[in-house]
């Protein structure tokens, strides 16, 4: 019986190479959202930005009062944000929260 080791087991979002687009994509539609931050809250846990679908999200350079470094939007990709709510959930400090918007976008 093969066994499959470990380091063949990773998380979803380092599984690109086999992701495939469904048939009938262009009938989905994509939210769109805004994520703010609340920076005084962060304690630099990673979670937020290791765990983004859209990988957007990136330790800053700024420093909070309690010293560590919250997270930002990567540059070039404000319009990223597909409003999955990932972030927001696995925060364990609310630091995070998303706005959806309105005008939702169709998938190309
Ligand atoms: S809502 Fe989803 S896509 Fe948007 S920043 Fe959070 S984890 Fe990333
Ligand atoms: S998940 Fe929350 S506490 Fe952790 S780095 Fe992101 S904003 Fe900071």
């Not at 599984?15 to 009938?24: A, E, G, K, L």
């Not at 597909?82 to 169709?106: L, Q």
Request: glycine share 4%; charged share 25%; hydrophobic share 35%.
């Amino acid at each position: 019986m093969a066994v499959i080791g470990f380091s063949r087991i990773r998380p979803m979002m380092y599984q690109d190479q086999i992701t495939r687009n469904p048939v009938n994509r262009k009938h989905f539609v994509i939210p769109k959202g805004t994520v703010h931050f609340i920076p005084e809250r962060c304690k630099a846990c990673t979670y937020c930005w290791h765990f983004c679908p859209k990988d957007m999200l990136e330790e800053s350079s700024a420093i909070n009062a309690m010293g560590y470094h919250p997270p930002a939007v990567k540059e070039g990709m404000e319009d990223s944000c597909i409003a999955c709510g990932m972030c927001e959930t696995v925060c364990p400090e609310f630091a995070i929260y998303i706005e959806e918007a309105n005008d939702r976008e169709r998938a190309h």
